[in-house]
């Protein structure tokens, strides 16, 4: 049996092979599209602290409501790339994937935008703002434990045309650091070099700014806190500011 022979067979064999293997994705699809969706269901992936911006039944709810009952419906007749785009509309969703699962089961399965700080305008109006930048409503299924932000913040739906690099950059920190993440829960933003942290415990506020030493700055102010608070005495300074490398300046009250 020469060389060319064999190479012959065993093209004639990887043939045979593909066209099985074609020939079952084929049945498998035709058999998957007269399947009947039995279930619509979803899933959310919690966020920090078991907390959801929105719940899986109101998703299934507002699916329901765009695209009609999906339940008995054939699989082939449901557009499942339609309703990913779909749910990517709501201001909660950063990822949607919509698959069949077993047993017709059709789920929609949802990844949630991290917030990271909640704003309030100077309409009084309170929104959160996550990672990317994007602005979510308020939920009304829970609060977010995030830092309050408040300063001359303008009436505005695009959150980028803030000069506030140096705002996301120590929110993003809080977020990080435990110990800064639970000494503050406020920010008051008076001008984009100037932000002032207000501390659940200590000096009335922190005056911070978004730089390259932002870590460097939140570590002085642990050891500040650590060491110098306890012995001076908690109430001794009305503020201290980190913005001086390698220093904190310190303010005392009036009455010290």
């Known amino acids: 049996m020469n060389k060319a022979y064999k190479q012959r067979i065993k093209a004639f064999f990887w043939l045979v092979l593909l066209a099985g293997l074609t020939g079952v994705t084929l049945m498998a699809a035709r058999y998957q599209a007269d399947e009947l969706i039995t279930s619509v269901e979803a899933e959310v992936l919690l966020l920090d602290k078991g907390n959801n911006l929105i719940l899986p039944e109101d998703i299934v709810k507002t699916v329901i409501k765009k695209f009609g009952p999906l339940e008995k419906l054939p699989v ?3 557009d499942m790339r339609s309703i990913e785009e779909f749910l990517l509309t709501s201001p909660y969703v950063k990822e949607a994937r919509v698959f069949l699962g077993a047993s017709g089961k059709l789920t929609l399965s949802i990844r ?5 700080m909640r704003i309030v305008d100077n309409a009084g109006t309170h929104w959160y703002v996550d990672v990317d930048t994007c602005r979510m409503p308020v939920s009304r ?5 995030v830092p309050l932000v408040n300063g001359n913040f303008p009436v505005t739906k695009d959150v980028r045309t803030w000069p506030m690099e140096s705002l996301f950059d120590i929110t993003l920190m809080l977020h990080e650091n435990e110990f800064m993440g639970s000494l503050i829960d406020q920010l008051y933003v008076e001008a984009n070099d100037k932000i002032w942290l207000v501390p659940r415990m200590g000096p009335s506020k922190i005056l911070i700014t978004g730089t390259s030493d932002l870590e460097d700055q939140a570590e002085r102010i642990q050891k500040f806190y650590n060491k110098a608070l306890p012995s001076m005495g908690w109430d001794t300074y009305a503020y201290i500011d980190t913005r001086f490398a390698g220093q904190i300046v310190a303010k005392k009250r009036l009455n010290q």
């Open 76 to 78: 082939d007749l449901v």
């Open 112 to 116: 949630q935008r991290m917030p990271i």
């Open 141 to 145: 299924n829970f609060t977010a434990r």
